[in-house]
């Protein structure tokens, strides 16, 4: 069985949607939906009680909202099937095969992780997030695999999917990602990451840090995982140098350089050579090109070597100051 976690804040005008596409799909049998009500003042009753006669459904919850990192542990803490699914309140699957993909992936392979293609959708276009390890859009886990590693979220509001997937991809999964979509983040204007004209993408870079942050200390004291340690704070560096440069000049900017130091200190954990760091480097590029205004990305008047002074204590590791 696989439980379907799905955190509810307000979410009545939402709710329909998403249980109408887990109601459709082909393994609807196979599933366990579990709506946690993040101290709504919504009653979700009547609609639990409508979808009861075409999936299994329960509504748990607490009084006082907690947010969506919350709403998720509570959600596993109260779930015992062996696979798990988020899906937030507000979006829906991409088609009636999308668990099914999933599931026959993870399960036909004995893996613990499996991702897929989702779509944003903005304005009533799709856009394919391709082998995203952030978000939780389109993936499921094993739940042993989350109980053996002490994996679970924080109470952090935002940017928590990215402190919970860090931990996930520092513990080593079986992991496989398939070219398959399964999910569609919908355009939701008064969500989180949308509302007041996206200024998220700013205010969310400090629960992006505070959470890869959480992970990396979780994991520091394994000498096993140094390299995959220092890679994901490379890595993470490279991102906020990449939105310091579209927000250079926004009020307060400067605290992207400041809360930046405890990832930089991580990133020195392996004595990466001058092929590892560049290759990194290349990598994090090529997965961000899409996302930044190209004039940014290739503005030469502040370079990511420059980006490591103002953060840290610069050395030569940083081997190529041009990327």
Not at 87 to 95: A, E, G, R
Not at 151 to 157: L, P
Request: glycine share 4%; hydrophobic share 30%; aromatic share 18%.
């Amino acid at each position: 069985m696989i439980d379907v976690i799905i955190p509810a804040y307000n979410s009545s005008k939402y709710l329909d949607n998403v249980l109408s596409s887990l109601s459709l799909q082909t393994i609807k049998d196979k599933i366990k939906v579990t709506i946690v009500n993040d101290g709504s003042n919504d009653d979700y009753t009547d609609i639990v009680s409508l979808y009861k006669k075409y999936i299994s459904i329960e509504l748990i919850g607490y009084k006082e909202n907690k947010g969506p990192g919350f709403a998720r542990k509570y959600g596993i803490n109260n779930t015992n099937n062996k696979y798990i699914i988020f899906i937030d309140s507000d979006d829906v699957l991409y088609d009636k095969f999308s668990i099914e993909n999933l599931y026959n992936t993870i399960e036909g392979n004995n893996l613990d992780y499996v991702n897929s293609i989702f779509y944003e959708e903005i304005d009533g276009n799709l856009y394919p997030k391709e082998d995203d390890n952030t978000w939780l859009h389109g993936k499921i886990y094993r739940r042993s695999f989350l109980v053996d590693n002490n994996i679970n979220f924080n109470d952090t509001r935002s940017n928590e999917d990215n402190g919970f997937n860090a931990l996930v991809q520092l513990s080593n999964p079986r992991k496989e990602y398939i070219k398959t979509p399964t999910y569609i983040w919908k355009s939701n204007m008064d969500s989180i990451t949308r509302k007041n004209n996206y200024e998220y993408q700013y205010t969310g870079l400090f629960g992006f840090i505070e959470n890869i942050e959480w992970a990396l200390k979780i994991k520091e004291k394994d000498e096993k995982i140094k390299y995959d340690i220092a890679k994901m704070a490379l890595q993470s560096l490279y991102y906020l140098y990449l939105c310091y440069l579209s927000f250079q000049y926004k009020e307060n900017s400067e605290e992207i350089i400041k809360k930046s130091k405890k990832l930089y200190n991580y990133s020195k954990f392996y004595d990466f050579n001058k092929y590892e760091y560049t290759m990194v480097l290349e990598e994090e590029f090529k997965r961000n090109y899409d996302y930044f205004d190209k004039s940014i990305i290739f503005d030469p008047s502040i370079t990511f070597s420059s980006f490591l002074k103002k953060v840290g204590d610069y050395n030569d590791w940083c081997y190529n100051p041009s990327i």
